[in-house]
T-cell receptor, first 114, second 115 residues
Framework: GEDVEQSLFLSVREGDSSVINCTYT??????LYWYKQEPGAGLQLLTY?????DMKQDQRLTVLLNKKDKHLSLRIADTQTGDSAIYFC??????????????FGTGTQLKVEL | DTAVSQTPKYLVTQMGNDKSIKCEQN?????MYWYKQDSKKFLKIMFS???????INETVPNRFSPKSPDKAHLNLHINSLELGDSAVYFC??????????????FGSGTQLSVL
């Protein structure tokens, strides 16, 4: 079965870089995602990476994918207090009946301190 | 205009009651989902409908029954509520295309508290 693991907490200082890590088990995953959840809100898609890529950069966000080790990371440059949230990685399974199933990681609570 | 809207935002009820949560999306998506987030923030899929047809039914008790009257709506009815049902329930939708990158759009959640 699918299993997506993340460390539970990360604390950084404002202006530093944050690196959030994720390991997954399903080697057939085609897309891997990073979602952000702010308090009292739903999940918001931040970025994604296709499985044949090993890096994707999107402004302050850098996604690294090591497919051999099934390891995904999200780097946030110049972390701001507004980045404080829970970050979820997710892997995608394509369903034969249509639609998609996203299996989410356990979530990493990022706290940004002044 | 909210893309995925669910009501109510908060639901407090007694054990044994029956309650419903409604979800609507105005994105023209074919697929809708219900996810449950427990107190440790762990998210798990419960159901998914593609064009009103059930395609995912994870090991969810029979007390939970999703209903999709049309592809823009996916409601969740829960019978005989138990304490362990307390969680935040998220509705989501996606275009439902298998061959391209799919993005899920989430509602803001329904906090269910069973007393």
């Amino acid at each position: 079965g699918e299993d997506v693991e993340q460390s539970l907490f990360l604390s950084v200082r404002e202006g530093d870089s944050s690196v959030i890590n994720c390991t997954y088990t399903d080697s057939s995953s085609t897309y891997l995602y990073w979602y952000k959840q702010e308090p009292g809100a739903g999940l918001q898609l931040l970025t994604y990476i296709f499985s044949n890529m090993d890096m994707k950069q999107d402004q302050r966000l850098t996604v690294l994918l090591n497919k051999k080790d099934k390891h995904l990371s999200l780097r946030i440059a110049d972390t701001q207090t507004g980045d404080s949230a829970i970050y979820f990685c997710a892997e995608r399974d394509i369903l034969t009946g249509g639609g998609n199933k996203l299996t989410f990681g356990t979530g990493t609570q990022l706290k940004v301190e002044l | 205009d909210t893309a995925v809207s669910q009501t109510p935002k908060y639901l407090v009820t007694q054990m044994g009651n029956d309650k419903s949560i409604k979800c609507e999306q105005n994105l023209g998506h074919d697929t809708m989902y219900w996810y449950k987030q427990d107190s440790k923030k762990f998210l798990k899929i419960m159901f998914s409908y593609n064009n009103k047809e059930l395609i995912i039914n994870e090991t969810v008790p029979n007390r939970f029954s999703p209903k999709s009257p049309d592809k823009a709506h996916l409601n969740l009815h829960i019978n005989s509520l138990e304490l362990g049902d307390s969680a935040v329930y998220f509705c989501a939708s996606s275009r439902g295309q298998r061959s391209t990158n799919e993005k899920l759009f989430f509602g803001s959640g329904t906090q269910l508290s069973v007393l």
